[in-house]
């Protein structure tokens, strides 16, 4: 049988891109998300605006919820139909160093080297400080806090206080300059990020009032990607509700 690497080599000899040498190489991850801040496009670190190179006759589809399994599928079926049905040739693709991720076989909820979690909901309650481990770290995790989502997604690194204070930007720019406050961060189910920076607010009187919610509705969602209103954002919020 031959090798996933043997393979891998054999399809990109083959490529329309190479063969006609459009360039040396692909285009880089970091000189993706460049285009796309050069162009002034709203980027969303789960999910991206894809990017057009007509130079090089290129289409570049990135960000955490693009899959090497949907590129894989896509070369599949286009070897297999053999023109039949139109679908684009890959040219290739990469796994970007920014995606953090968990040591092989590992699978838990809690502060980094599997601590408890420091989340200000859980700081006065040990027994939902965790951490869950195991391969239902999750289910441990939103049984213990009563939270009803069906599918949460993947365990992902968290920094879990992403409020408008702690991203600093530049005196005279809009880039940003750090992301600061890591004291709550973790790993977490993926919709706890965007739930969380949606409930909680600035302690600042002034920013609540004039600024908090064009902060959560109009930038917010162009850093992290919304979750489904009815499927995640209620039963976030009914856990974090204040109870009487």
Known sequence: MERSSEWIDRYLGCLIFFREK???SLPTPAQIRAL?????RAVSFDWPPPVRIEALGVFVKYGTRVTVAETQAQIWIR????????IPEVFGWTRD???LRQEEGTCYIGNLHTQPLTDIFFTLNEQVMGPFQGVDAVKQFQDTLGIDVVNPGPVVFTHNDLVACNILVGRNSSNIAAIIDWGQAGWY???????KARYINVPDKCFINDYEQEWKQEYLP???????EVKVWYPFLRFAMPKT
Request: proline share 9%.
């Open 189 to 195: 189910p993926a919709y706890w990020e965007y739930c």
């Open 222 to 228: 162009q850093i992290i990607s919304p979750v489904d």
């Open 97 to 99: 160093g920014r995606n």
């Open 36 to 40: 796309n801040e050069k162009n002034g």
């Open 79 to 86: 070897e297999e139909l053999q023109g039949r049905v139109p």
């Open 22 to 24: 459009r360039a040396a």
